[in-house]
């Protein structure tokens, strides 16, 4: 038995309330899907501070109380975290590494209070002087399909073919 769609069947378009209420709800999740790491930094960031705080070494240990390529101290490090990585950030990777200073950072900067300027690790995270854009989610405008010799049967005609007759 066939199915009632039928194989050879135009496909419809969806009507423009499916397609409006689609593009409000995903308007109104983005900002919702940002908020979680808003006070997060991006890698070349922390890449900076790492170069300004150890050299760039993320194994770096040099009896100083400071630990790993960010020079996390072990109180930091286990207040935020750290101890699900390693037992301490020197042996642990970059990204555990910026894992926990992501959440150290969410108090501020001032763990890295010589190195945050110079590297442009902001206090909320975002590196200085870059436009973080509008504080709104850019609304979506849907295109209009343009009209075909086709009738989507939407005004209760039925789907006719083009005339195919010759010119007189």
């Not at 970059?94 to 190195?115: F, N, P, Y």
Request: proline share 8%; hydrophobic share 40%.
């Amino acid at each position: 038995m066939r199915s009632g769609n039928g194989r050879h069947r135009r496909p419809r378009q969806a009507p423009a309330i499916v397609v409006a209420a689609g593009v409000t709800g995903s308007a109104m999740a983005l900002p919702l899907l940002a908020t979680g790491s808003a006070s997060a930094a991006d890698a070349a960031t922390w890449d900076r501070v790492a170069e300004c705080e150890s050299g760039g070494q993320w194994s770096a240990n040099s009896g100083n109380g400071m630990y790993g390529g960010l020079q996390i101290t072990q109180a930091d490090w286990e207040r935020h975290g750290g101890l699900a990585y390693a037992p301490s950030p020197d042996l642990a990777s970059r990204a555990q590494q910026i894992a926990v200073a992501e959440k150290a950072l969410a108090k501020g900067s001032d763990a890295w209070a010589t190195c945050a300027p110079i590297a442009g690790l902001a206090n909320d995270g975002k590196p200085t002087g870059v436009d973080p854009g509008p504080a709104t989610a850019p609304t979506t405008s849907v295109a209009p399909v343009p009209e075909s010799n086709w009738n989507s049967g939407a005004s209760g005609a039925s789907m006719a073919a083009p005339s195919t007759a010759a010119p007189s």
